[in-house]
């Protein structure tokens, strides 16, 4: 079965330092991993996706993550927070053959310190 | 192309009464999903589809029935609503494995 744990509820990081979101999934097969990111009172939006091509991808808006299978990690990084990063970010797990339902981690609020 | 829209975006119940959730999606997806999200925690699937036609179970389908009406529309209908029904309720449609989201709809059960 599939799972998604997401090691931090909350990371606080000033303007311009680097940014470190870590995500651990479980999964069956070979999976698919998102992650998403959601502003205050906003909808969700894709940052990136590894869908088994390179395992670093790039997103929008400066962001990466790395697919570790031995570590079962996906972590989510940044060289330099923005303020307006500020947001919640949520990892996805989806398995091949699961009609491409999607299994969420708890989220990780992200927080810019001026 | 509006992508995937939803209404209404607010809305206030009281216990008992019953209402819809309309989505609508304009990118010939096949897929169609319906998801709550509450604090704390990441979203969780009531309902999805497939495609035209056929609709199945999520992770928690208890209290709320789905229509599929056409390619298009996907409607939540909670039949007599409750306080633990209060919620973010988010539509989605998927192209194989990418979902795209609509901006929500923000219900409150009295």
């Known amino acids: 079965a599939q799972s998604v744990t997401q090691l931090d509820s909350h990371v606080s990081v000033s303007e311009g330092t680097p940014v470190l979101l870590r995500c651990n999934y479980s999964?069956?097969?070979?999976?698919?991993l998102f992650w998403y990111v959601q502003h205050p009172n906003k909808g969700l939006q894709l940052l990136l996706k590894?869908?088994?091509?390179a395992t670093l991808v790039k997103g929008i808006n400066g962001f990466e993550a790395e697919f570790k299978k031995s570590e079962t990690s996906f972590h989510l990084t940044k060289p330099s927070a923005h303020m307006s990063d500020a947001a919640e970010y949520f990892c996805?797990?989806?398995?091949?053959?699961?009609?491409?339902?999607?299994?969420w981690g708890a989220g990780t609020k992200l927080i810019i310190k001026p | 192309n509006a992508g995937v829209t939803q209404t209404p975006k607010f809305q206030v119940l009281k216990t008992g009464q019953s209402m819809t959730l309309q989505c609508a999606q304009d990118?010939?997806?096949?897929?169609m999903y319906w998801y709550r999200q509450d604090p704390g925690m990441g979203l969780r699937l009531i309902y999805y589809?497939?495609?035209?036609?056929?609709?199945d179970k999520g992770e928690v389908p208890n209290g709320y029935n789905v229509s599929r009406l056409n390619k298009r529309e996907f409607s939540l209908r909670l039949e007599s609503a409750a306080p633990s029904q209060t919620s973010v309720y988010f539509c989605?449609?998927?192209?194989?494995?990418?979902?795209?989201f609509g901006p929500g709809t923000r219900l409150t059960v009295l």
């Open positions: 989605a449609s998927g192209l194989w494995n990418e979902q795209f």
């Open positions: 990118m010939n997806h096949n897929s």
């Open positions: 589809s497939a495609s035209e036609g056929t609709t």
């Open positions: 999964s069956s097969y070979s999976p698919s």
């Open positions: 590894y869908t088994s091509a």
């Open positions: 996805v797990v989806s398995e091949l053959g699961s009609n491409y339902q999607l299994i």
